[in-house]
């Protein structure tokens, strides 16, 4: 156990280092995790809540535990990376193209991708992935001719685009139940399920600090990554998200590009002077709004007819997330994120994810405006 003595900051009032007890399905108290509570300075580190909350699982076979135990693995890897970055061309890019140890650079989303297979590779927890970054789906060997029941997807860095200038970036996660028998090679059926069928999902937020924040269906939990001992440690006990807020977030430069209902929504978000606030990059959106309440919204424009993000790499873990936190998530055409079935691996989706209350404000707008002429 870890002797480390710890800071406590004073108790913010809706999370950190919060003394609650983590509510279940139907606000249920959850058998493990009521065994998670305790005194606000006692450590606990993602691995020790994670092997802690596997009796809430359906089928506890320690497969699931594993996987988010690679992908808090391979977070730290990343997290490494992302933040050096800045430091490349100091650290010496000899002819352009290899660093100071003679690795070939590569693009950080590439290098994300990368480290994230190679985590899932390694245990053979899971017996394929599917990634934004690659075409179709890649099939894991078994590990010690374990047969895997798991399949994982993920945007391995959301908002790449802000690497260069500094701002947060995330990687974002789903596991699902394969639906094809363990004896074969997983399909692409078993990645093409609705959110609904996801048995945890999440993120992983490198920012001012680094935060892994996940749910397995008995709400929502955030670790926060101790560089000092290298250990997520919960720092977000069963997060909710505000019924309500004061924020809106959308790429407002789109304006004339959405449709009516959309922009008469966000003339209302103005005239109620909600602050705006887009940070382009979904996961830092969709965590300062799970944190301080608020509405994230990517709808269709006429570059993206059908919305631009990932419904099985972006939409449906997030929407996994918020809802586990009390929150909403629908497309435009108001149908709940979760219970879309997908089609393709890099199908798109509109998006409408956040508090509860400003989700049902933006459904009536659309009720009473979709159907009017522009
Ligand atoms: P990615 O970096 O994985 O391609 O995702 C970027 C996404 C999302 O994170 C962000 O909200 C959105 O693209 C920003 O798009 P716009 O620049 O069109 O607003
Ligand atoms: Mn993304
Ligand atoms: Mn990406």
Redesign the pocket.
Known sequence: MLQRSYSIPTPHPNHFFQIIMATGKNGKTSEASSRLYQPSNRIVTLDEFIIRSEKDFEFATGELTGLLRDIGVAAKIINREVNKAGLVNILGVADGSDNASGDVQQKL?VYANEKLIECLKNSGECCAIAS?ECEDIIQVEPVFSKKSNYVVLF????????IDVNVS??TIFAIYRRKSDNSGPATREDFLQPGIKQVAAGYVLYGTSTILVYTTGHGVNGFTLDPSIGEFCLSHRNMRIPENGQFYSV?Q??YSKFDLELRRYIDHCSDQNYGLR????????IHRILIQGGI?M?PS?RK?PKG???LL??CNPLAMVVEQAGGKAINTQLKRILEIEPKELHQRSTIAIGSPVMVNELQEFIERYAALPL
């Open positions: 989303d934004e945007d391995p860095l959301d908002g790449s685009s802000n970036v995330g790429n430069g789109y887009y940070i382009g990059s979904m996961v830092s959106d994230f990517y424009t993206y631009k993000l990932r790499y972006e």
